[in-house]
Protein backbone atom coordinates (compact mmCIF):
# COMPACT_ATOMS: atom_id res chain seq x y z
CA UNK A 1 0.00 0.00 0.00
CA UNK A 2 1.55 3.25 -1.03
CA UNK A 3 2.08 5.98 0.91
CA UNK A 4 -0.18 7.78 -1.01
CA UNK A 5 -3.08 5.38 -0.56
CA UNK A 6 -2.27 5.33 3.25
CA UNK A 7 -2.79 9.26 3.23
CA UNK A 8 -6.14 9.03 1.57
CA UNK A 9 -7.41 6.54 3.52
CA UNK A 10 -6.02 8.40 7.14
CA UNK A 11 -7.75 11.59 5.70
CA UNK A 12 -10.72 9.83 5.04
CA UNK A 13 -11.85 8.00 8.16
CA UNK A 14 -10.28 10.53 9.98
CA UNK A 15 -13.13 13.29 8.11
CA UNK A 16 -16.15 12.37 10.49
CA UNK A 17 -13.83 12.95 13.82
CA UNK A 18 -12.74 16.15 12.34
CA UNK A 19 -16.46 16.67 11.66
CA UNK A 20 -17.68 15.94 15.58
CA UNK A 21 -14.95 17.83 16.65
CA UNK A 22 -15.57 20.96 14.87
CA UNK A 23 -19.38 20.75 16.39
CA UNK A 24 -17.87 18.90 19.42
CA UNK A 25 -15.80 22.78 20.18
CA UNK A 26 -18.88 24.91 19.15
CA UNK A 27 -19.93 24.03 22.99
CA UNK A 28 -16.50 24.55 24.77
CA UNK A 29 -16.58 27.11 27.06
CA UNK A 30 -13.72 27.37 29.47
CA UNK A 31 -10.12 25.75 28.91
CA UNK A 32 -10.48 25.63 25.54
CA UNK A 33 -7.25 24.09 24.49
CA UNK A 34 -7.08 21.55 27.40
CA UNK A 35 -10.45 20.18 26.23
CA UNK A 36 -9.13 20.54 22.63
CA UNK A 37 -6.80 18.65 23.31
CA UNK A 38 -8.35 15.59 24.79
CA UNK A 39 -10.92 15.43 22.31
CA UNK A 40 -8.38 15.26 19.80
CA UNK A 41 -6.46 12.39 22.05
CA UNK A 42 -9.62 10.52 22.28
CA UNK A 43 -10.14 10.64 18.94
CA UNK A 44 -6.75 9.56 17.88
CA UNK A 45 -6.78 6.40 20.14
CA UNK A 46 -9.97 5.04 18.93
CA UNK A 47 -8.91 5.67 15.54
CA UNK A 48 -6.09 3.92 16.06
CA UNK A 49 -7.32 0.84 17.83
CA UNK A 50 -10.47 0.56 16.28
CA UNK A 51 -8.25 -0.78 12.58
CA UNK A 52 -6.53 -2.72 14.41
CA UNK A 53 -8.89 -4.87 16.16
CA UNK A 54 -10.86 -4.54 12.45
CA UNK A 55 -8.02 -5.76 10.86
CA UNK A 56 -7.31 -8.86 13.75
CA UNK A 57 -11.48 -10.17 12.43
CA UNK A 58 -10.44 -9.20 8.53
CA UNK A 59 -7.58 -11.81 8.95
CA UNK A 60 -9.28 -14.53 10.18
CA UNK A 61 -11.47 -14.72 7.78
CA UNK A 62 -9.23 -13.80 5.14
CA UNK A 63 -7.33 -17.29 5.81
CA UNK A 64 -10.85 -19.15 4.70
CA UNK A 65 -10.11 -20.18 1.32
CA UNK A 66 -13.95 -19.19 0.24
CA UNK A 67 -12.78 -15.86 1.49
CA UNK A 68 -9.75 -15.27 -0.41
CA UNK A 69 -11.73 -15.76 -3.28
CA UNK A 70 -13.94 -12.78 -3.41
CA UNK A 71 -11.74 -11.00 -0.94
CA UNK A 72 -11.30 -8.18 -3.47
CA UNK A 73 -15.05 -7.95 -3.59
CA UNK A 74 -15.50 -7.88 0.71
CA UNK A 75 -13.15 -4.87 0.63
CA UNK A 76 -15.13 -2.98 -1.88
CA UNK A 77 -18.50 -3.56 -0.06
CA UNK A 78 -16.97 -2.58 3.22
CA UNK A 79 -15.09 0.49 2.03
CA UNK A 80 -17.80 2.20 -0.49
CA UNK A 81 -20.63 0.88 2.00
CA UNK A 82 -18.44 3.20 4.76
CA UNK A 83 -18.45 5.84 2.07
CA UNK A 84 -21.57 5.87 1.50
CA UNK A 85 -22.72 6.18 5.13
CA UNK A 86 -20.61 9.20 5.68
CA UNK A 87 -21.77 10.65 3.04
CA UNK A 88 -25.71 10.22 3.78
CA UNK A 89 -24.08 11.65 7.47
CA UNK A 90 -23.15 14.77 5.77
CA UNK A 91 -26.66 15.61 4.67
CA UNK A 92 -28.55 13.80 7.66
CA UNK A 93 -26.53 15.20 10.93
CA UNK A 94 -29.64 15.42 12.82
CA UNK A 95 -28.50 11.73 14.00
CA UNK A 96 -25.85 13.40 15.79
CA UNK A 97 -27.47 15.87 17.62
CA UNK A 98 -28.03 14.75 20.57
CA UNK A 99 -24.30 13.73 21.17
CA UNK A 100 -22.75 16.94 19.77
CA UNK A 101 -25.11 19.17 21.71
CA UNK A 102 -24.73 17.93 25.33
CA UNK A 103 -22.16 20.89 26.49
CA UNK A 104 -19.03 21.56 26.95
CA UNK A 105 -16.46 18.42 25.83
CA UNK A 106 -17.13 15.46 28.98
CA UNK A 107 -15.33 12.71 28.76
CA UNK A 108 -18.19 10.58 28.51
CA UNK A 109 -19.92 12.70 25.23
CA UNK A 110 -16.36 12.55 24.20
CA UNK A 111 -15.58 8.49 24.50
CA UNK A 112 -19.41 7.82 22.79
CA UNK A 113 -17.89 10.21 20.09
CA UNK A 114 -14.40 8.34 19.98
CA UNK A 115 -16.60 5.31 19.87
CA UNK A 116 -18.84 6.03 16.95
CA UNK A 117 -16.49 8.15 14.78
CA UNK A 118 -13.97 4.78 14.69
CA UNK A 119 -16.72 2.58 13.61
CA UNK A 120 -15.75 3.08 10.06
CA UNK A 121 -12.06 2.55 11.01
CA UNK A 122 -12.95 -0.63 12.38
CA UNK A 123 -14.57 -1.98 8.67
CA UNK A 124 -11.34 -0.25 6.80
CA UNK A 125 -8.93 -2.16 9.04
CA UNK A 126 -11.16 -5.94 8.25
CA UNK A 127 -10.91 -4.52 4.62
CA UNK A 128 -7.47 -3.96 4.76
CA UNK A 129 -6.88 -7.44 6.36
CA UNK A 130 -8.01 -8.67 3.18
CA UNK A 131 -5.65 -7.21 0.98
CA UNK A 132 -2.90 -7.68 3.43
CA UNK A 133 -1.48 -4.34 3.98
CA UNK A 134 0.52 -3.48 6.59
CA UNK A 135 -1.70 -2.40 9.40
CA UNK A 136 0.56 -1.09 12.65
CA UNK A 137 2.10 1.45 10.10
CA UNK A 138 -1.65 2.33 8.32
CA UNK A 139 -3.00 2.50 12.12
CA UNK A 140 -0.53 4.92 13.65
CA UNK A 141 -0.55 7.21 10.42
CA UNK A 142 -4.88 6.90 10.87
CA UNK A 143 -4.22 7.80 14.62
CA UNK A 144 -2.00 10.55 14.44
CA UNK A 145 -3.24 12.19 11.66
CA UNK A 146 -7.09 11.88 13.41
CA UNK A 147 -5.30 13.54 16.31
CA UNK A 148 -4.11 16.62 14.50
CA UNK A 149 -7.29 16.84 12.48
CA UNK A 150 -9.78 16.24 15.49
CA UNK A 151 -7.67 19.31 17.60
CA UNK A 152 -7.67 21.94 14.82
CA UNK A 153 -11.51 20.89 14.03
CA UNK A 154 -12.19 21.56 18.22
CA UNK A 155 -10.27 24.58 18.25
CA UNK A 156 -11.70 25.96 15.05
CA UNK A 157 -15.56 24.99 16.28
CA UNK A 158 -14.50 26.41 19.74
CA UNK A 159 -13.71 29.72 17.77
CA UNK A 160 -17.05 29.44 15.70
CA UNK A 161 -15.80 27.70 12.35
CA UNK A 162 -18.91 24.98 12.52
CA UNK A 163 -19.09 25.84 8.81
CA UNK A 164 -16.87 22.58 7.43
CA UNK A 165 -18.28 19.72 8.78
CA UNK A 166 -20.45 18.77 6.51
CA UNK A 167 -17.68 18.82 3.46
CA UNK A 168 -15.11 16.92 5.80
CA UNK A 169 -17.49 14.32 5.99
CA UNK A 170 -18.42 14.34 2.90
CA UNK A 171 -15.20 14.34 1.20
CA UNK A 172 -13.81 11.73 3.66
CA UNK A 173 -17.05 9.31 2.31
CA UNK A 174 -16.38 10.31 -1.30
CA UNK A 175 -12.53 8.87 -1.33
CA UNK A 176 -13.29 5.59 0.52
CA UNK A 177 -15.66 5.00 -1.95
CA UNK A 178 -12.73 6.02 -4.34
CA UNK A 179 -10.03 4.03 -2.39
CA UNK A 180 -12.85 0.89 -2.52
CA UNK A 181 -12.91 1.04 -6.18
CA UNK A 182 -9.30 1.09 -6.51
CA UNK A 183 -9.03 -1.74 -4.88
CA UNK A 184 -11.34 -3.80 -6.80
CA UNK A 185 -10.24 -2.48 -10.09
CA UNK A 186 -6.64 -3.34 -8.89
CA UNK A 187 -7.65 -6.92 -8.17
CA UNK A 188 -9.59 -7.22 -11.56
CA UNK A 189 -7.14 -5.59 -13.62
CA UNK A 190 -3.59 -6.53 -12.24
Known amino acids: MSLAHVM ?18 TVIRVNAFKRSLILAAIFGIFQMAMPVIGWGIGYFFAELSFIAAIDHWIAFVLLVGVG ?24 RPALILGLATSIDAMAVGMGLALIHAPILQVALVMGLLTFALSLA ?7 GGGRFGKWATLGGGLVLMVLGANVLLDHLLG
Open 8 to 25: LLSFSVAADAFACSIARG
Open 84 to 107: AKMIWDAYHPDAEKPLVDTGDVQL
Open 153 to 159: GAWMGHR
